[in-house]
């Protein structure tokens, strides 16, 4: 069955520390790969996206991520985690033929100051 | 170029009362997702849409839910006789044709009492 999950309900870093949230995913070919952050009470936002193509992907707010497929991961990362990180983060797949979504159970990212 | 809109943002209803939550995508999308957001869960897909067609409404529940887009105006998700298990927040999402990159809206939050 298709499925994707974040190890990680909650991560505490404090500001300035690297972070590096996981995602593995469950799929017999190369997935569309997403991550999404979501403040309280908001809607989601993209922060980035794999496609095909080099397996390190830019994202927005200083993000990055690296698909390593003999892993089947695709984890999140951002060297110098600033205050306004705090929220929860949703990797996310999809296979291309099925448009829909499938969502991991989310990562709760709480930072220090 | 604004984003995905929802509206209302919260919506309170009572048991047995219908709920109509609306969305309208992106300019330029002609594909919107309804998502599902149950209290300490993940994300889960509802319904895919084009307009004027439903194209994958695997995650509806079978009954009292349904969802359109028509030619003209939102897109419409509906629920009747609302229960307290709708409680929940319902996200929509929007993309553009030949493109897997969906964008969110903020969500209507749904309280059935």
């Known amino acids: 069955a298709q499925s994707v999950t974040q190890p990680d309900i909650h991560i505490t870093v404090s500001e300035g520390a690297s972070l590096e949230l996981r995602c593995n995913y469950s799929y017999g070919a190369t997935p569309y790969l997403f991550w999404y952050v979501q403040s309280p009470g908001q809607g989601l936002q993209l922060l980035l996206k794999?496609?095909?193509?080099?397996?390190l992907v830019q994202g927005i707010k200083g993000f990055e991520a690296e698909f390593k497929r003999s892993q089947s991961s695709f984890n999140l990362r951002k060297p110098s985690v600033h205050w306004s990180d705090a929220a929860e983060y949703f990797c996310?797949?999809?296979?291309?033929?099925?448009?829909?979504?499938?969502f991991g159970s989310g990562t709760q990212l709480t930072v220090l100051p | 170029n604004a984003g995905v809109m929802q509206n209302p943002r919260h919506l309170v209803r009572r048991r047995g009362q219908e709920a109509r939550l609306r969305c309208s995508p992106m300019?330029?999308?002609?594909?919107v997702y309804w998502y599902r957001q149950l209290p300490e869960e993940g994300l889960k897909f509802m319904v895919y849409?084009?307009?004027?067609?439903?194209?994958?409404e695997s995650g509806m529940p079978k009954e009292r839910f349904s969802a359109e887009f028509p030619k003209e105006g939102p897109s419409i998700l509906r629920i009747q006789q609302v229960v307290r298990g709708d409680s929940a927040a319902y996200f929509c999402a929007s993309s553009e044709t030949g493109t897997d990159t969906q964008y969110f809206g903020p969500g209507t939050r749904l309280t059935v009492l």
């Open positions: 996310a797949f999809s296979s291309g033929s099925a448009r829909q979504l499938t």
């Open positions: 300019k330029g999308h002609s594909h």
């Open positions: 849409l084009q307009k004027e067609n439903i194209i994958d």
């Open positions: 794999y496609f095909s193509g080099d397996t």
